[in-house]
T-cell receptor
Framework: NAGVTQTPKFQVLKTGQSMTLQCAQD?????MYWYRQDPGMGLRLIYY???????DKGEVPNGYNVSRLNKREFSLRLESAAPSQTSVYFC?????????????FGDGTRLSIL | LAKTTQPISMDSYEGQEVNITCSHN???????ITWYQQFPSQGPRFIIQ???TKVTNEVASLFIPADRKSSTLSLPRVSLSDTAVYYC????????????FGQGTTLQVKP
């Protein structure tokens, strides 16, 4: 039972390159989320998808795009990477959207942009 | 707007009970209290959630007084492997209305 799987686990990019982070969940959850975590800060929500076919901006969406490919998969794309996007990226899912819904997280993608 | 406050860090020793208190004076009637645990190099993991009184599971207990203005996460007999960051999420939302993760409490368990 894999839960939430993120690929790749590590990536180094040069400024201006593009990249897609992949996320898949096998729990039949409706809602999925992308966060970034920087040193000394909590997790910040980038985008979320309350259900298949919908996506919404989170707190820090600039520089990112997302695609809810199907119920299982939710990808995050950096079109033109910038050093400020160096971070650890976490994908999460929950059965449905709501404050009382526990989120299940992947183990993250560590992204460095030079 | 709810403001959640928890200690930045705590130290403990193996075998001790650890209590981490979260203050949320402006909690709303429909707010739940949710705790996550994050080990180094891993994503956060949901550990417990409650609305009022006491909730217990195999990992922790959550104590919530009647006024719900604070909550205490209790970890019985901690081990070195309980060293982690613990996040309390209660009604504090970002500009999108979604609950936000603060900086959490870094718990260091010593031998």
């Amino acid at each position: 039972n894999a839960g939430v799987t993120q690929t790749p686990k590590f990536q180094v990019l040069k400024t201006g390159q593009s990249m897609t982070l992949q996320c898949a969940q096998d729990m039949n959850h409706n809602s999925m989320y992308w966060y970034r975590q920087d040193p000394g800060m909590g997790l910040r929500l980038i985008y979320y998808s309350a259900s298949e076919g919908t996506t919404d901006k989170g707190e820090v969406p600039n520089g990112y795009n997302v695609s809810r490919l199907n119920k299982r998969e939710f990808s995050l794309r950096l079109e033109s990477a910038a050093p400020s996007q160096t971070s650890v990226y976490f994908c999460a899912s929950s059965e449905v959207e709501g404050d009382d819904q526990p989120q299940h997280f992947g183990d993250g993608t560590r992204l460095s942009i030079l | 707007l709810a403001k959640t406050t928890q200690p930045i860090s705590m130290d403990s020793y193996e075998g001790q009970e650890v209590n981490i208190t979260c203050s949320h004076n402006n909690i709303a009637t429909n707010d739940y209290i949710t705790w996550y645990q994050q080990f180094p190099s891993q994503g956060p993991r949901f550990i417990i959630q409650g609305y009022k009184t006491k909730v217990t599971n195999e990992v922790a207990s959550l104590f919530i007084p009647a006024d719900r203005k604070s909550s205490t996460l209790s970890l019985p007999r901690v081990s070195l492997s309980d060293t982690a960051v613990y996040y309390c999420l209660v009604g504090e939302r970002g500009n999108t209305g979604k609950l936000i993760f603060g900086q959490g409490t870094t718990l260091q368990v010593k031998p």
